[in-house]
């Protein structure tokens, strides 16, 4: 019933359309995708902020009608805004979640991410991610690892790209048939760093979130390889999809002047990077002073962040699902768990000073 109701009103719909099979949903301020197969089966790309399991649901049942589920759920990256309510619907709907093998310490309670920097971009939202959430998640009864020969679960038209420099196990999904390109954060079409961007939603290609990216050598190899695609279609985690010779010429443009334009002119990660490996963050940069005042940002921007905050740490207490038990050969794919002999897991609501992963300011 919802979901007729939404076809017939469109300013209820809870979709977005990308290319033929592709669909967005936009959750606060982070897009995620339902792309789906001839066959009628399909999958999540990324899982938006905590708290949107109920609109990703509506926005599948729109699509694709009631009590469907997709095959697996996969992952661009592990950053909060796209991991928010990945555990909920995998435990709901009973399937795994893909991700490369150097994003799983995020994954399963074993290390942070190198630490957000807020004194890049000069906007509201990198001013504000000290408050994003930091701390590492534990889903590591439902991850699985992408399959190291480019395959997709779920997807047999499209390959996956490994992309890193915003994380390191960053990874992007390619139609070759309509050179379609869901690039996460590779890269995004609008301004990362600005609140009015959020709002506005300009299209214009620009490099991964200032704030958020850890090393910036990797990121542009990253930009190059995704522009040598020729991408005709190009939907990212922020910001509207992109398309046809504007998209390819604004592409070009962020490769060729990309230590110009995307990169901060300082900032922790511009001289050097953080380095992680598949255990999770080996060392970080010493922070650098914010060019605002912690207190300013805060007094001129506190309606905001109190808003955002909320979002994105507001966690849905009205339901609660039980993780569904897989039984021997039941899982859709092959199983391809992370390798053993990893840390201990931490308990991800309390980093331990102690653990290396862990001990940076």
Do not use: C
């Amino acid at each position: 019933m919802e979901a007729t109701e939404n076809k017939k009103r469109p300013g209820t719909r809870q979709t977005f359309a990308v290319a033929p099979g592709v669909w967005g949903v936009k959750t606060i301020f982070v897009n995620l995708y339902l792309v789906s197969e001839p066959d009628g089966s399909w999958v999540l790309i990324d899982a938006g902020v905590y708290g949107s399991a109920a609109k990703i649901k509506r926005a599948v049942e729109e699509v694709f009608g009631p009590y469907s589920r997709p095959k697996a759920i996969l992952l661009t990256h592990g950053h909060f805004d796209h991991i928010g309510s990945a555990k909920v619907l995998a435990a709901e709907w009973g399937v795994p979640i893909y991700a490369h093998q150097l994003e799983m310490p995020y994954l399963t309670g074993r290390s942070s991410y190198p630490p957000p920097d807020p004194s890049v971009g000069g906007g509201g939202m990198a001013y504000i991610s000290f408050l994003y959430p930091k701390k590492p998640i534990n889903i590591s009864d439902y991850t699985e690892l992408l399959p190291e020969d480019g395959t997709v679960p779920g997807l047999p038209d499209w390959r996956w790209l490994h992309t890193p420099g915003h994380t390191a196990g960053h990874v992007s999904f390619f139609r070759e048939s309509d050179r379609v390109l869901i690039a996460g954060d590779a890269f995004i079409t609008r301004d990362g760093e600005s609140m009015l961007a959020v709002m506005t939603q300009k299209r214009e290609v620009h490099g991964p979130p200032q704030y958020y990216t850890s090393d910036w050598a990797a990121a542009h190899h990253s930009v190059e390889k995704l522009a040598a695609l020729n991408p005709n279609i190009a939907a990212t985690g922020h910001g509207l999809p992109m398309r046809g010779q504007e998209l390819q010429w604004q592409l070009d443009e962020l490769v060729k002047n990309f230590w110009t334009e995307a990169v901060p002119t300082h900032g922790r990660y511009v001289n050097e990077p953080a380095i992680t490996d598949e255990l999770g963050v080996i060392s970080v940069p010493p922070a650098t002073e914010s060019p605002v005042p912690t207190v300013l940002a805060a007094a001129g921007l506190v309606a905001a962040a109190g808003l955002t905050y909320w979002a994105l740490t507001h966690r849905n207490g009205k339901h609660e699902y039980r993780a569904r038990k897989y039984k021997a050969g039941e899982r859709p794919f092959s199983h391809n768990r992370p390798a053993k002999g990893m840390p201990p897991t931490i308990d991800p609501e309390h980093d331990d000073p102690q653990i290396h992963t862990n001990n940076y300011p």
